[in-house]
Every structure is written in C-alpha cells, then in structure tokens.
C-alpha cells in the first residue's frame, strides 16, 4: 500500500485505510505481518477501520468472513501481482513501479468489495480500544508489529 491516491474515493474504508497507511511505522508493520504471520493487510485495515470509524466489534466468525470474502481476489489477483512486482524490484524500475500501482488498483478494488459487503458504515463512537480488539481477531496473540498498528490509530 505504498503511494496512495488522495483520500475522498466515496469508500470510507478505503479513506480510513489512506490516512492509516500513511502514518509513521504503519506500513512496515502491516508488512511485517504480512510476511510473517500471514495476514492480509486489508483485513487488519478493515478490523480497525471497523472499530474505530464505524465502532464495530468483530466477532471472529464475522471477520473470518469478510477475509473470506477476499480471498479470492486477494489469491488470483494481488498476490500474483505482488510476486511479480518483488521480483523485479532490482532488475527493471520502470515495470516495477507499474506493477507496484497495479497492484496498489486491485487492493483498492478488494477493499471496494469488502466495503459493498460488510454493510457497516462509519458511526461515531469508534475507540482505538475496540480497534485493537478487532485487530487481535487477525492476529491471534499479539505481535510487536500489531502493537506498532494499534499505537498509530
């Protein structure tokens, strides 16, 4: 999720997740995750957006559906866009950087698709407190990565 667009897409999760992204450490713990563990940003996106812009608490059944719901998308389409454009990181940048926004276009349009399906909607009330509950939900344990994420909301 790096170079984003301008917030004001229509989608607030996709707005929430711009602003999030581009707060200091955010992006190399989302990634570190990613890597590590496993889990796909757009759902640890999705987990805090929903607690602290639409003051949700997720169940694990309900955010075990909407990573559902992308893995699809996420399997056929980002991830192979992901490899190809890590491949070529060193060896030709014009390409790299290419695939680097097509990939950045097709985790905007997941986020689209988990937004049109969650039904949430931002509410007032969110705290960084249920964020961090939701986002416990993804990352079962805790990580020092996750720790990052949570201190930037």
Do not use: H
């Not at 949700?56 to 490899?83: F, I, K, N």
């Amino acid at each position: 999720m790096d170079d984003r667009p301008a917030a004001g897409s229509g989608n607030p999760f996709w707005d929430f997740s711009l602003a999030v992204y581009g707060r200091p450490g955010v992006p190399a713990a989302c990634l570190s995750l990613q890597d590590r563990r496993g889990v796909d940003v757009n759902v640890l996106l999705f987990a805090a957006w929903a607690g602290m812009a639409c003051s949700v608490r997720l169940t694990a059944d309900a955010l075990a559906a909407v990573d559902a719901g992308g893995r699809t998308w996420r399997e056929e389409v980002v991830r192979p866009l992901r490899a190809v454009r890590r491949r070529l990181k060193e060896e030709d940048d014009a390409l790299y950087r290419r695939l680097k926004a097509a990939e950045l276009e097709a985790e905007r349009i997941q986020q689209d698709r988990m937004f049109a399906a969650c039904g949430l909607r931002p509410a007032p009330g969110g705290t960084r407190e249920t964020a961090a509950a939701n986002l416990l939900l993804a990352v079962p344990g805790g990580d020092p990565a996750l720790d990052t994420v949570i201190d930037a909301l």
